[in-house]
């Protein structure tokens, strides 16, 4: 079973910087994709960024020239280095990652609350 484990949320003011980290573990042969979700209260769950087994990324219009997202294959890791943060960022924050393990995998991790405030 592949399980997913977030880090780096917390506090931060506006115009700061924050890094959120995605691990994958388990049983995993390939990874297609990996990516980062937000859900803000009281609405939907959204896609941040997404990348792709070739390196190929997408990201929402709201988040474009302000945030990173990469991936470290060797370690199954996804980051997300975000700046410039504003406080419509604030939300948790969910990794996702679709692959083939043991079986076809679609997993998420358990969410890390970001929130953007003085």
Known sequence: QVQLVESGG???QPGGSLRLSCVASGTIFSI??????RQAPGKQR???ARIAGGGG???ADSVKGRFTISRD???N???L???SVKPEDTAVYYCNAVGKGSTWFDVWG???QVTVSS
């Open 32 to 37: 297609y994709a990996m990516g980062w979700y």
């Open 110 to 112: 358990q969410g890390t």
């Open 77 to 79: 890791t996804v980051i």
């Open 46 to 48: 959204e896609l941040v």
């Open 81 to 83: 280095q975000m700046s």
């Open 10 to 12: 917390g506090l931060v």
């Open 73 to 75: 294959s060797a370690k």
């Open 57 to 59: 990324t997408n990201y």
